[in-house]
């Protein structure tokens, strides 16, 4: 309860300071408002409850490898089944679905916490519960990412708003690891997950409070044409491809550093539960810096630039991360990291929502989902893979490097990349001409 005070008093301080004013101005939309505060609450039981469970896997099995198949399971169904739910998001009531997955998450979460608790938990049961997460996911994920430009009032405020999603989102990273370190040191795993089914209530009921029109759009292909039309459309729209390449790219060799991390604390930091949550938090205090950076921006103009920068700040952060055994060091190059990286995922999804046509955006948003959710996986496994072959350092190091390479052949290929978007934003009515980058 202290925190969501905390929360809302901060708030209200931020709206009085004039250069904040932009950084909000989604909230004045009332349905966003109630969305925005109960996901924020949801969202730190959902991080105490990834930390509690990277702790878990690791104390019961002392397996990198495990800690990358767990990632797996927990999203790689987001990858098979988001493309279909993005047909099914774009007929069917986005807000209902949306719903439905957050009462999922939350059974999800009792069971998990009642397994903990009992003490049966086995690695079994971690597995078939991540796979139910993951399930849940793939159609929770897209429903979230095109159901927002639904809540609020003017178009304008679009980037905004998705920006103040990567907020939240970053900002329960930044509370939620820490609260965990402490709740794990002290009485255990279980009571994380527990907490975590509780802040679900938060979100249900703001979903419930949320009143708009039915947001899917009519239809009138059978399910394969419109799938084969939503899959046409976003890989033969240039932008949309090469964004998602980068992100799959990203997804895939930069991301899962994260699966890595309890090892990491414990292997190379000699650290504990505490350790993994400062690791997790300073990469958190990044990410938030940088949604509100995001946020404050009021223009799409100058995303690509942005992409560039910051693909390859992250590889050069987590070249230091690499090979760093002293945790100053490593907290300070995750700061960077975690700030790098909400920048590069904002502008990808902030350009492909701006570029997407309304009546296709469900199904776009669905391989959106798919190149962050739905790769991230398939790293996690390829990093724990990588890791217990030859160690965590040069799984880091060879990540790092990937991903300053994927920023420098965009770097080249901008100028190209520009020729395809701009007439697409003239098109939308964004700008009446657009001045070069």
């Known amino acids: 309860m202290k925190i969501i005070i905390f929360f809302v008093y901060f708030y209200e301080y931020l709206k009085r300071i004039s250069w904040a004013k932009g950084i909000f101005s989604s909230l004045r939309s009332r349905n966003y408002r109630y969305y925005f505060f109960g996901q924020g609450i949801s969202l730190i039981g959902t991080w105490m409850q990834n930390i509690a469970l990277s702790w878990l896997v690791y104390r019961l099995t002392g397996s990198v490898f495990l800690l990358g198949l767990i990632g797996f399971t927990s999203q790689i169904p987001t990858f098979i089944i988001s493309p279909f739910a993005g047909v099914l998001l774009d007929r069917y009531d986005r807000l209902k679905i949306l719903r439905l997955a957050q009462i999922l998450f939350m059974i999800q979460a009792l ?126 729209t240039k932008p949309i491809r090469v964004l998602l390449l980068l992100l799959s790219i990203f997804s895939l060799f930069g991301l899962p550093y994260i699966i890595l991390l309890p090892a990491y604390a414990k292997k190379i930091l000699h650290g504990n539960a505490d350790t993994l949550g400062f690791l997790m938090s300073a990469a958190g205090a990044g990410a938030f810096l940088a949604a509100l950076y995001m946020a404050a921006r009021k223009t799409v103009i100058g995303l690509m630039k942005l992409l560039m920068l910051c693909l390859i700040i992250f590889g050069t952060s987590m070249l230091f991360i690499a090979f760093s055994t002293h945790i100053l060091p490593v907290l300070f190059f995750l700061f960077f990291a975690g700030f790098a990286m909400i920048v590069s995922i904002s502008s990808v999804n902030t350009m492909i929502q701006t570029i997407s046509d309304e009546d296709k955006r469900g199904r776009v948003m669905s391989f959106y989902a798919m190149a962050l959710l739905g790769i991230t996986p398939i790293g996690y496994l390829l990093a724990g893979s990588v890791a217990s072959t030859i160690g965590i350092p040069y799984t880091l190091f060879s990540g790092g490097i990937i991903t300053i390479i994927s920023g420098i052949w965009f770097a080249w290929y901008r100028k190209y990349f520009r020729q395809y978007v701009r007439p697409i934003y003239r098109s939308k009515g964004i700008l009446p001409s657009l001045p070069s980058e």
């Open 111 to 236: 069971l998990m916490a009642a397994m903990v608790l009992l003490k049966i938990i086995q690695v079994w049961h971690i597995i078939m519960l991540s796979l139910i997460f993951g399930l849940i996911s793939a159609f929770d994920a897209p429903a979230r990412q095109s159901l927002v430009i639904h809540l609020i009032d003017k178009p304008s405020r679009i980037s905004n708003a998705i920006a103040l999603n990567s907020a939240v989102f970053n900002g329960a990273r930044l509370v939620g690891p820490a609260i965990a370190g402490i709740i794990i040191g002290f009485v255990g795993e279980g009571i994380c997950f527990l907490l975590n089914a509780l802040s679900f209530v938060a979100v249900i009921y703001a979903l419930y409070r949320i009143k708009i029109h039915n947001v899917s759009v009519k239809i009138t292909e059978n399910f394969t044409q419109s799938f084969t039309e939503g899959f046409q459309y976003t890989f033969q």
